[in-house]
């Protein structure tokens, strides 16, 4: 048995039992090895996506740098076995500025990017972030900061947009109609989830703003709001709003609905509101689509 020396970090790893490496015979030079995914052949079908997910990566959303999260696709010809993964981080790499800024501007140049080098006619992302924005207090006006979960899906087909969405998360505070219907003093109430996810008409022009207007549509229609910091008469005034506008998950979703239906770069939208029940051990959840 060969004696290791344990006072090395080879010795070590040999102890442990790593082995030296062979002598290969394979190329080791790019030009010389062979490049399976550009294989040319009947493969029998034509693939709708093939891609990356899951992939975590900086992200500029709004005012702040947070973390995004990430999916991009690309389609793939019947006659080719696959695609080089390699470029779709290259070409998320072209639009890092500290990170990727999350719109549909940003998003649109790394798919013409991703496009024109995997040459194919379609390619597709989904990015999803916090956004964080500053919010005051409704009374003594002390801002903190408060947060919403967005997404942005883009999908292109040569030069043409083929699907645009819009997503988000928000959080709002709801008050059971029933409870206060039904008690002689009090209410009970709970945290709801907002979640909407809009298909945006691809020709229509989306205001600067989209992303404020969006969530405070989804607040406005709750009970009350949540806020970073609340003080004493702050936190009257929000219980209150939420006593004086007892929401079922039914009523707040049918109420954002209406205000969705009237936004005019608005082609249809998936919507669903869930409240974490305070005197239940379940969840109560209201879901509805529509398209114009």
């Given at each position: 048995?060969?004696?290791?020396?344990?006072?090395?970090?080879?010795?070590?790893?040999?102890?442990f039992g790593?082995?030296?490496?062979?002598?290969?015979k394979?190329?080791?030079?790019?030009?010389?090895?062979?490049?399976?995914?550009?294989?040319?052949k009947?493969?029998?079908?034509?693939?709708d996506?093939?891609?990356?997910?899951?992939?975590?990566?900086?992200?500029?959303?709004?005012?702040?740098?947070s973390?995004?999260?990430?999916?991009?696709?690309?389609?793939?010809?019947?006659?080719?076995?696959?695609?080089?993964?390699?470029?779709i981080?290259?070409?998320?790499?072209?639009?890092?500025?500290?990170?990727?800024?999350?719109?549909f501007?940003?998003?649109?140049?790394?798919?013409?990017?991703?496009?024109?080098r995997?040459?194919?006619?379609?390619a597709?992302?989904?990015?999803?972030?916090k956004?964080?924005?500053?919010?005051?207090?409704?009374?003594?006006?002390?801002?903190?900061?408060?947060?919403?979960?967005?997404?942005?899906?883009?999908?292109?087909?040569?030069?043409?947009?083929?699907?645009?969405?819009?997503?988000m998360?928000?959080?709002?505070?709801t008050?059971?109609?029933?409870?206060?219907?039904?008690?002689?003093?009090?209410?009970?109430?709970?945290?709801?989830?907002?979640?909407?996810?809009?298909?945006?008409?691809?020709?229509?022009?989306?205001?600067?703003?989209?992303?404020?207007?969006?969530?405070?549509?989804?607040?406005?229609?709750?009970?009350?709001?949540?806020?970073?910091?609340?003080?004493?008469?702050?936190?009257?005034?929000?219980?209150?709003?939420?006593?004086?506008?007892?929401?079922?998950?039914?009523?707040?979703?049918?109420?954002?609905?209406?205000?969705?239906?009237?936004?005019?770069?608005?082609?249809?939208?998936?919507?669903?509101?869930?409240?974490?029940?305070?005197?239940?051990?379940?969840?109560?959840f209201?879901?509805?689509?529509?398209?114009?």
């Open positions: 048995m060969e004696q290791l020396d344990l006072t090395t970090r080879e010795g070590r790893f040999k102890h790593s082995v030296d490496p062979i002598e290969g394979k190329p080791t030079e790019k030009e010389c090895m062979a490049d399976l995914q550009s294989s040319k009947d493969f029998l079908f034509e693939v996506s093939v891609g990356i997910n899951n992939l975590s990566y900086p992200v500029v959303i709004g005012d702040y740098q973390v995004g999260t990430f999916e991009l696709a690309t389609s793939l010809r019947r006659d080719e076995k696959g695609i080089n993964m390699s470029r981080l290259e070409s998320l790499e072209t639009e890092n500025d500290r990170g990727v800024s999350l719109d501007t940003t998003l649109g140049n790394v798919l013409k990017t991703l496009r024109t995997m040459h194919q006619e379609e597709e992302i989904t990015g999803t972030g956004w964080y924005f500053p919010k005051p207090s409704p009374g003594t006006r002390l801002s903190g900061m408060a947060h919403a979960d967005v997404e942005y899906a883009l999908k292109i087909d040569g030069d043409g947009v083929q699907q645009k969405k819009l997503g998360t928000a959080m709002v505070t008050l059971c109609p029933c409870s206060k219907e039904i008690s002689e003093y009090s209410a009970h109430n709970q945290r709801g989830y907002v979640k909407v996810l809009l298909d945006i008409d691809p020709e229509a022009e989306l205001p600067e703003d989209h992303k404020e207007q969006l969530y405070q549509l989804l607040e406005i229609n709750a009970s009350s709001q949540l806020y970073p910091i609340l003080k004493r008469t702050d936190e009257k005034m929000v219980t209150e709003r939420a006593y004086e506008n007892p929401r079922f998950v039914e009523d707040l979703i049918r109420l954002i609905a209406y205000d969705l239906v009237e936004l005019d770069w608005v082609k249809g939208f998936e919507l669903e509101c869930r409240n974490e029940e305070s005197i239940h051990q379940h969840d109560a209201s879901r509805m689509s529509y398209q114009k």
